[in-house]
């Protein structure tokens, strides 16, 4: 008991309570489908109060942050069928929702390879300043086609387009800068306005990009925006551990995460960094229901519709034959002896392991086994081991939230697992501070990092 109360007050940053985010999409949540279910507004993809009302059910179950995917521009996988991936804009929409919420970081994709670095750095400094330094960039490269296309353009090799980011940030960093923590005087009696010698040009030139500046933006409640990365390539590693202070990844086992997790926290030491500067966030997708057979009728409502064409992957993923069109019954004992589990594909071991359970091919569908994270079906408690679970092993200093419907799957989270993880001195209970740098116990940082600058 004594134990637990101490854990539970443990000071922010401390890293020995978990962080968790919202990932919120399209708006509509993560399946297929959500756009359909019972008590969704179907227009709600172009409904920015939806999009704050979301926000605020994350806040209420005092998440860290929410997160807005993008390309930029959508990735359309059946538009006769289905909603595009992306929100509409990920900046407007994060400053429609700065304006209804107090807390809740806000973080959104900005593409180092499609945008010039000041734009990037303007908008989001803006939001930051408009925020009450609640803003936090998730500095990518772009690799999709379909993205490039939209600029005229291909998708520029591994190495230019993380040449590019990394000068990207570092230029946006400097323009961040360019305007002193203490240059704004705005006195009206004196009627200086600030001081000049304090914003400065940054009159910098790289291979890539290049910008004088200054920009003409004072700093914010947290200085500057808080950098995220997504990914987990040897570049993504490297890139995350000159500048990121939080990486949003997908993992599907424990060992995975661990070896991720530790990848990013030995790249930051290259830099100089301490480890704790950079917090690992994998992902988990979740239907919250009162237990597994509502969790799956829930998962079958909703994607039931894809099932037949899931087989076929399920077929690859496990090596055998299966029939797509008897959903109704479990693959055979027989069959699955001679399974073997794709060694390409890290979430092949668990699609065995749910199948050997004895289920249905269409529960075992409804498990969400090809899905692109770690997939909860059941109640809150079970959310709440696996994260306990991963987070005790070092596989993860937080996790981000992909509800499948969010219209109810947000509060479902919020009100089924938080209070699991709060009891268990997991999750903190209130926001220790106003700002994303205080809720994720990054260091202060204005301009550039002088540590990280010149390697
Ligand atoms: C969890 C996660 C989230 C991602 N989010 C985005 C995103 O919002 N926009 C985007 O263009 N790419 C996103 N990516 C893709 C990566 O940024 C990157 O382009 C991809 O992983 C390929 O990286 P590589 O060239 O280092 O292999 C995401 C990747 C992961 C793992």
């Known amino acids: 008991m004594d134990s637990?109360?101490?854990?539970?007050?443990?000071?922010?940053?401390?890293?020995?309570?978990?962080?968790?985010?919202?990932h919120l999409g399209n708006g509509y949540g993560s399946q297929p489908g959500a756009w359909r279910m019972p008590g969704v507004d179907p227009e709600s993809y172009t409904s920015f109060d939806v999009r704050v009302k979301q926000a605020q059910a994350a806040e209420r179950g005092k998440f860290q942050f929410i997160f807005l995917p993008d390309g930029p521009?959508?990735?359309?996988?059946?538009?006769?069928?289905?909603s595009p991936a992306f929100n509409l804009d990920v900046?407007?929409?994060?400053?429609?929702?700065?304006?209804?919420?107090?807390?809740?970081?806000?973080?959104?994709?900005?593409?180092?390879?499609?945008?010039?670095?000041?734009?990037?750095?303007?908008?989001?400094?803006?939001?930051?300043?408009?925020?009450?330094?609640?803003?936090?960039?998730?500095?990518?490269?772009?690799?999709?086609?379909d993205v490039a296309a939209n600029y005229g353009r291909k998708i520029p090799s591994s190495e230019d387009r993380y040449g590019r980011a990394h000068e990207v940030v570092q230029l946006i960093q400097a323009l961040w800068g360019s305007w002193g923590k203490d240059a704004w005087v705005h006195n009206q009696q004196t009627g200086q306005f600030a001081k000049k010698e304090q914003i400065l040009p940054i009159s910098l030139q790289g291979k890539y990009v290049g910008s004088r500046g200054p920009l003409y933006i004072p700093p914010s409640?947290?200085?500057?925006?808080?950098?995220?990365?997504?990914?987990?390539?040897?570049?993504?590693?490297?890139?995350?551990?000159?500048?990121?202070?939080?990486?949003?990844?997908?993992?599907?086992?424990?060992?995975?995460?661990?070896?991720?997790?530790?990848?990013?926290?030995?790249?930051?030491?290259?830099?100089?960094?301490?480890?704790?500067?950079?917090?690992?966030?994998?992902?988990?997708?979740?239907?919250?229901?009162?237990?597994?057979?509502?969790?799956?009728?829930?998962?079958?409502?909703?994607?039931g519709h894809s099932f037949r064409q899931r087989a076929g992957y399920l077929q690859q993923m496990l090596g055998i034959p299966i029939d797509a069109a008897r959903l109704d019954e479990p693959i055979s004992k027989e069959l699955l002896q001679d399974a073997r589990p794709s060694r390409y594909d890290p979430r092949a071991p668990h699609a065995l392991k749910i199948a050997k359970e004895g289920w249905s091919l269409r529960d075992i569908l409804a498990h969400g086994v090809i899905d692109y994270h770690p997939v909860i079906v059941g109640p809150g408690i079970e959310a709440a081991d696996h994260m306990q679970a991963w987070f005790e092993a070092g596989a993860a200093d937080g996790f981000w939230i992909s509800p499948d419907v969010n219209s109810d799957g947000i509060d479902a989270f919020v009100d089924e697992v938080v209070p699991i993880l709060q009891e268990r001195g997991l999750f903190h209970k209130e926001y220790e501070g106003k700002t994303l740098r205080q809720h994720l116990g990054a260091p202060d940082q204005y301009g550039i990092d002088p540590r990280v600058s010149n390697k």
């Open 221 to 303: 409640e947290q200085g500057q925006p808080i950098i995220f990365h997504a990914g987990g390539s040897p570049n993504a590693h490297e890139l995350a551990g000159r500048f990121a202070n939080a990486v949003i990844d997908a993992a599907f086992t424990i060992e995975d995460a661990r070896a991720q997790r530790n990848a990013f926290r030995e790249a930051a030491k290259r830099y100089g960094r301490n480890p704790d500067e950079i917090k690992y966030i994998p992902g988990l997708m979740t239907t919250i229901a009162k237990d597994r057979r509502a969790a799956l009728d829930r998962r079958i409502q909703l994607t």
């Open 73 to 82: 521009g959508a990735v359309i996988t059946d538009i006769e069928s289905e």
């Open 91 to 145: 900046m407007m929409t994060l400053a429609a929702v700065a304006r209804e919420t107090q807390y809740i970081g806000l973080v959104a994709t900005g593409s180092t390879t499609f945008n010039e670095p000041f734009n990037l750095a303007r908008q989001f400094k803006a939001l930051d300043v408009m925020s009450h330094g609640r803003a936090g960039w998730n500095a990518i490269t772009s690799s999709g086609d």
């Open 4 to 22: 637990l109360r101490e854990r539970t007050h443990l000071p922010f940053g401390s890293g020995k309570q978990m962080l968790i985010g919202l």
